[in-house]
């Protein structure tokens, strides 16, 4: 009998019998698809089936673009082609629909073996990095508090719209509002009931809209609405009456008592009233000042 020590020699100098390849690859967390030129499923990985439902019985031999959300197979095939092309894709991103019927985020790593006729493809879900990105990207472009456009977001979307009319030769006006008895409602009613007034204006701007006009929130109580296509002072004068009519509807019930809160809203129409972002805010601007100015010199009957 050989002893304790001889024995550990023994099998220490066994020649390994490497598993199978499929062994392996199926303890990867990743999705591993081997696919024919014409995007059949050749091969999937057990990773495949943990992320997106369906074991390798159900697709072999079952074209991949089948399983792709309908949005993004045009650009899959296109990266598809470039891969077969030479062109070794590391970082492209699609969805797939999953077997119980969701939308699964997917980033891949393929290559085309020529020699073999087939594409492999490595693919791991995103689905939560890429719902992180796209709050980071609405973070960037809207306000915390209202939802509404930020500043930087909203002076893009003015000379987008700038350029768009333009280019057509359509008009732009934009409003530039401004509360009147914020203040007084924010100190009487603390902070919260401050934030739940801009809130509700908010929510008022959003009901005030036409289709294709946006509202940005430039800071404080200070708001500012484009109107694409809106030619002249009287079809902004008319959105801006709407404005004022809702608010004084909501005001009250938002600040938790009644507080007077109305707006004063300037008018600036492109290109009557400057040819550029800054020339149609400061016009606005003006415009909004010389309304506060009548209405507080104005006797209250």
């Not at 456009?149 to 768009?164: F, G, K, T």
């Not at 036409?210 to 200070?222: F, I, L, N, Y």
Request: proline letters at 4%.
């Amino acid at each position: 009998m050989l002893s304790a020590d001889r024995s550990h020699d023994a099998a220490a100098t066994m020649t390994p019998i490497l598993p199978p390849p499929d062994a392996v690859i199926d303890l990867l967390p990743d999705a591993v698809c081997v696919v024919d030129a014409e995007g059949r499923f050749l091969f999937v990985s057990a990773g495949f089936e943990r992320i997106l439902g369906y074991a390798p019985a159900e697709v072999i031999g079952r074209r991949a673009f089948d399983f792709v959300h309908e949005e993004d197979r045009a650009s899959t095939m296109a990266q598809a082609a470039q891969i077969m092309d030479g062109a070794m894709q590391r970082h492209f991103r699609n969805r797939y629909r999953h077997k119980a019927g969701h939308l699964v985020d997917m980033q891949w790593s393929a290559t085309w073996h020529p020699s073999h006729g087939v594409r492999i493809g490595v693919g791991r879900e995103v689905t939560e990095l890429r719902r992180a990105e796209q709050q980071l990207e609405y973070l960037a472009h809207h306000d915390a508090l209202t939802g509404l456009l930020n500043r930087h977001a909203l002076h893009r979307a003015l000379e987008q719209a700038l350029d768009e009319a333009r280019r057509t030769g359509g008009g732009l006006s934009l409003l530039f509002i401004d509360l009147d008895g914020f203040k007084a409602a924010n100190d009487a009613g603390g902070h919260e009931a401050g934030d739940r007034l801009l809130q509700s204006v908010a929510a008022c701007l959003r009901q005030s809209l036409r289709p294709g006009d946006c509202a940005g929130r430039m800071g404080g109580d200070e708001f500012v609405v484009l109107l694409p296509g809106c030619v002249d002072v009287d079809g902004a004068a008319a959105v801006a009456d709407g404005i004022r009519t809702r608010l004084r509807l909501i005001a009250a019930v938002a600040a938790d008592r009644h507080t007077g809160i109305d707006a004063s809203i300037g008018i600036a129409c492109f290109p009557a009233h400057g040819h550029d972002a800054r020339a149609l805010l400061a016009h606005a601007d003006h415009a909004m000042y010389a309304v506060k100015r009548h209405r507080c010199a104005t006797p209250v009957a």
